[in-house]
């Protein structure tokens, strides 16, 4: 099966038949180490709740981003909520496609589908000039584009399995950032991604992101609890797994 027989059906950060999962992830920005909980649970109708907890360091612990999308929905619902707000706050427009503060972390690269739609790039067009591993197997080259903002999005999916490989994101023609991805994890995990790379283009400055533990089942409840209840728990259970081989 190849990418254009799996079109954008094929979540991003999907972790083969787990309806309700979660996973470590590991990165240092500069000197400063980082640590997050990424989950996710997937509903009737394509519906998909994704949330990314930061566990470390001390300052940011407990900051949250949630995603509520609709599969062929362009608006998904995402807030983000920093240990100083009272209140969660809504992120749209434009703002979904920067990072969540302090961070490399991109709204987008949280999402189970790009929005706006993306279609095939046709010859021609730019190819967004990405750098996906020839290592991983040919690719194809899709783009997003939201006039309003005047941001566009340039990725590589892996032909064989569906899996984004590469992003570039750019804002009136100039480069903002891009990722690509370093080492894609085994087929019993939907191949999900064990290590990316992101640039911030304007300094060159990079930071990788290690997956730290496979993606493990937890109760689609635990979604339902309060954010500190939520994050014990995930981290309770990520606790007693190995690191990925």
Same mark, same amino acid.
């Given at each position: 099966?190849?990418?254009?027989?799996?079109?954008?059906?094929?979540?991003?950060?999907?972790?083969?038949?787990?309806?309700?999962?979660?996973?470590?992830?590991?990165?240092?920005?500069?000197?400063?180490?980082?640590?997050?909980?990424?989950?996710?649970?997937?509903?009737?109708? *394509?519906?998909?709740?994704?949330?990314?907890?930061?566990?470390?360091?001390?300052?940011?612990?407990?900051?949250?981003?949630?995603?509520?999308?609709?599969? *062929?929905?362009?608006?998904?619902?995402?807030?983000?909520?920093?240990?100083?707000?009272?209140?969660?706050?809504?992120?749209?427009?434009?703002?979904?496609?920067?990072?969540?503060?302090?961070?490399?972390?991109?709204?987008?690269?949280?999402?189970?589908?790009?929005?706006?739609?993306?279609?095939?790039?046709?010859?021609?067009?730019?190819?967004?000039?990405?750098?996906?591993?020839?290592?991983?197997?040919?690719?194809?080259?899709?783009?997003?584009?939201?006039?309003?903002?005047?941001?566009?999005?340039?990725?590589?999916?892996?032909?064989?399995?569906?899996?984004?490989?590469?992003?570039?994101?750019?804002?009136?023609?100039?480069?903002?950032?891009?990722?690509?991805?370093?080492?894609?994890?085994?087929?019993?995990?939907?191949?999900?991604?064990?290590?990316?790379?992101?640039?911030?283009?304007?300094? *060159?400055?990079?930071?990788?992101?290690?997956?730290?533990?496979?993606?493990?089942?937890?109760?689609?409840?635990?979604?339902?609890?309060?954010?500190?209840?939520?994050?014990?728990?995930?981290?309770?259970?990520?606790?007693?797994?190995?690191?990925?081989?």
């Amino acid at each position: 099966m190849v990418a254009s027989d799996i079109g954008w059906a094929r979540a991003s950060l999907s972790a083969g038949p787990l309806p309700s999962f979660a996973f470590r992830i590991e990165a240092s920005l500069g000197d400063r180490p980082m640590t997050y909980l990424f989950a996710r649970r997937s509903g009737a109708g *394509g519906r998909m709740v994704s949330r990314l907890v930061v566990l470390t360091p001390h300052n940011l612990r407990s900051t949250l981003v949630e995603i509520v999308e609709q599969h *062929g929905d362009e608006s998904p619902g995402v807030t983000v909520k920093l240990p100083t707000m009272n209140a969660p706050r809504a992120v749209s427009g434009r703002h979904l496609f920067t990072c969540l503060p302090l961070t490399d972390v991109g709204y987008l690269d949280l999402m189970a589908w790009m929005h706006p739609a993306s279609v095939p790039v046709v010859p021609g067009d730019r190819d967004g000039r990405l750098s996906a591993s020839p290592a991983l197997g040919p690719t194809e080259v899709r783009r997003s584009a939201d006039p309003d903002s005047g941001y566009e999005v340039f990725e590589h999916v892996h032909r064989a399995t569906g899996v984004t490989v590469a992003r570039r994101v750019l804002c009136r023609g100039v480069e903002t950032r891009s990722w690509e991805v370093l080492d894609l994890g085994p087929e019993v995990h939907g191949h999900l991604p064990a290590r990316i790379r992101a640039v911030r283009s304007e300094s *060159g400055l990079f930071t990788e992101f290690v997956r730290t533990t496979h993606p493990r089942p937890i109760p689609a409840a635990w979604f339902d609890r309060d954010i500190d209840y939520f994050m014990r728990a995930v981290d309770a259970e990520l606790s007693e797994r190995a690191r990925p081989t």
